[in-house]
């Protein structure tokens, strides 16, 4: 606005500047341009085709490629793999497109629907052989999937949170405290206690209360877990694997040699009856 008032019009304001290239691009291209803008901190190409609903015939990739040549997206490769992201005040001014033409809760609804799918992936993944690669992937896709889990709880959707979090919760790594937090918030959704995964969900909130001071806290919902899993089947000798796991790290330090002996004991036991590597590795260790 301090710039030259000869300055064609188009120039005049940032907005104007956007808005005259946006009336240049396509349907495809609008369309694309503007659900992408859901994504926060990039995203990849199976990604964007998930989340996009183009005509029939066209192609999310070549819609992409046809933004990077126009500057409205940007295109970073590393490792072998692209990675899409847009500058924070194109983003934000197609958000506003977004939110003025189409139906927002049904692209975020697609958004938090292939992160759970991703989240799922994750899950078996950092349990595997290529748990460092996984690793990276999960961080990498931090503020995507905090803004789906965010979505989701705001709806009220219990199973999509569960999906969304449970898979991550995995103790000692780097990701624990933003999906700790994540954690917190699925706790309070209406409805999660029904979900199969809930004493998982409880087991890493009463392992991050008790490192973080709240130890009766911790406590409190350890018991709520246990009451939620019920007698011990082989049905659900995985989730106690896992709950025991965050009970046993806690026992290291606040339950006494004796009880941390026992616990790493039962621990062994559930995941053997499992059949998870992952736990019996842990556990042995």
Known sequence: TGGSRLAVSRHQTLRATVDWSYDLLDADERAVFQVVSIFAGGFGLGAAEAVCDLQEGAD???????????????ADYAGGTTRYRMLNTIRDYALDRLRAERDVDEVRRRHALWYAAFSEGAGEGLCGPDDRTWL???????????????????????????????????????????????AELALGVE??????????????????????????????????????????????AYLRARVLSSENILASS???????ARLADERLAAAREAGSDYEICRALS
């Open 136 to 182: 990276d992937r999960v961080e990498a896709e931090l503020e995507n999937l905090r803004s789906a889990v965010v979505w989701a709880v705001e709806a009220k959707e219990p199973s999509l949170v569960a999906r969304l979090v449970a898979p991550l919760t995995l103790e000692v790594l780097s990701t624990e405290r933003a999906v700790g937090s994540w």
């Open 191 to 236: 409805g999660i206690e029904a979900q199969p995964v809930y004493p998982r969900l409880a087991a890493f909130v009463a392992y991050l209360r008790t490192v973080f001071g709240r130890p009766g806290e911790g406590q409190d919902l350890l018991r709520r877990a246990w009451e939620s899993i019920g007698p011990p089947t082989a049905e659900n």
């Open 60 to 74: 999310v990739f070549d819609v992409l490629t046809r933004l990077v040549d126009k500057s409205l997206v940007l």
């Open 254 to 260: 606040i339950g006494g040699m004796e009880k941390w």
